[in-house]
């Protein structure tokens, strides 16, 4: 069974650049989630789809992140313009409906 | 509001010995999981081990098991007979299985097995 697939892993950019990230689901999975795991805290959540729809994205920032879930598979997650603060692990995970999270790679971003 | 809380930043423990972290949760709800993941130096994010409320007998995987204690909102992970492997950051996790389904990490345990 493929896992959850993220691209790129890596990502340096200055900051009020624009970047987005990619995640391809593990098949079937109704679930996906975006978090933003800063160095030595914990995975804090953006954005949770359920299929295409958006259940909880009350932590993103909307004024500069956004995130879509097109035909309730691959997600993109875009930062525009991106700060300083936005350095951090991108992590994408997915699940059945109350079930283990599979967690991707994440990608690194790092903002200069 | 529900809350996740860690109050070991970091731990360490002998190869071969057995170690315990902590989790404190709090919640209203009835009906919930908690989980514990792993997080190696490699990142990638791992589950450890998985208990279900309304379950009153704690889960066990191998050389990992937990101590629920429902009435308190206390939910440890033990690892025995620690191995070199183990080294990672862990989280403890709550997922409300009544309402969003929203996870809610903690902050997270930084364990260090020596050699």
């Known amino acids: 069974e493929a896992g959850v697939a993220q691209s790129p892993r890596y990502k340096i950019i200055e900051k009020r650049q624009s970047v987005a990230f990619w995640c391809n689901p593990i098949?079937?999975?109704?679930?996906l989630y975006w978090y933003q795991q800063i160095l030595g805290q914990g995975p804090k959540l953006l954005i949770q789809f359920q299929n295409n729809g958006v259940v909880d994205d009350s932590q993103l920032p909307k004024d500069r992140f956004s995130a879509e879930r097109l035909k309730g598979v691959d997600s993109t997650l875009k930062i525009q313009p991106a700060k300083l603060e936005d350095s951090a692990v991108y992590l994408c995970a997915s699940s059945l409906k109350e079930g283990k999270q599979y967690f991707g790679p994440g990608t690194r971003l790092t903002v200069t | 509001a529900q809350t996740v809380t860690q109050s070991q930043p970091e731990m360490s423990v002998q190869e071969a010995e057995t170690v315990t972290l902590s989790c404190t949760y709090d919640t209203s709800e009835s009906n919930y999981y908690l989980f514990w993941y792993k997080q190696p130096p490699s990142r990638q994010m791992i589950l450890v081990i998985r208990?279900?409320?309304?379950?009153?007998q704690n889960a066990t995987e191998n050389r990992f098991s937990v101590n629920f204690q429902k009435a308190a909102k206390s939910f440890s992970l033990k690892i025995s007979d620690s191995q070199l492997g183990d080294t990672a950051m862990y989280f403890c996790a709550f997922i409300d299985t009544s309402g969003t389904y929203k996870y809610i990490f903690g902050t997270g345990t930084r364990l260090k097995v020596l050699a």
């Open positions: 098949s079937g999975h109704a679930t």
């Open positions: 208990q279900e409320a309304y379950k009153q």
